[in-house]
């Protein structure tokens, strides 16, 4: 009797302790933050921070991207249009970069905008481990968070979420 009253306690418990802990990686987000001179992407519902994630851009993050090959992240607001599971850099989701300003910005300028800006995974390549690498900035202009946590935002961007990436 003893025992089989702590299995009826282990069964409710413990469903509730696992689904609290991944409760936040499975809220859907309305809009994702990024702040380019802190490193930093929050993702958010309801005006309130989910959660926050260190990140790693292009060799050059400081600026508005303004043409294929710069090595900067974009600035302003746009949209997680798409997302790519067999992407080369384990998932992504695309940034809907360049936008009508930017394709404006770069036909008087007289220069190409660039595109295909994504969040993704890690670079399978590398040798440093997921922690270290993010201590770099390694993209062309994407946005890198681990793959731990890419598996993370792929439950919690929908497409058509509206993500600033500020200076």
Not at 33 to 60: C, F, L, Q
Not at 90 to 101: A, G, Q
Not at 115 to 126: A, D, F, L, V
Not at 152 to 164: F, Q, Y
Request: hydrophobic share 35%; charged share 25%; glycine share 6%.
């Amino acid at each position: 009797m003893h025992l089989r009253y702590w299995f009826f306690i282990l069964s409710i418990v413990c469903p509730f302790t696992a689904s609290a802990s991944s409760a936040q990686s499975h809220t859907k987000v309305d809009l994702v933050i990024v702040n380019k001179s802190e490193s930093r992407m929050s993702v958010m519902r309801d005006g309130k921070v989910i959660k926050t994630y260190v990140i790693a851009m292009g060799d050059a993050p400081k600026g508005h991207k303004l043409r294929e090959g710069d090595q900067r992240t974009p600035q302003g607001r746009y949209v997680l249009d798409y997302k790519k599971s067999d992407s080369a850099f384990y998932r992504s989701i695309h940034i809907s970069y360049p936008n009508d300003e930017d394709k404006l910005r770069a036909q008087a300028l007289g220069i190409s905008p660039g595109g295909m800006i994504m969040i993704h995974g890690q670079n399978p390549r590398s040798s440093l481990s997921p922690e270290e690498a993010q201590k770099y900035n390694w993209t062309n202009g994407c946005i890198a968070v681990t793959n731990k946590e890419m598996d993370e935002l792929w439950r919690m961007i929908d497409e058509g979420t509206p993500i600033e990436i500020w200076p």
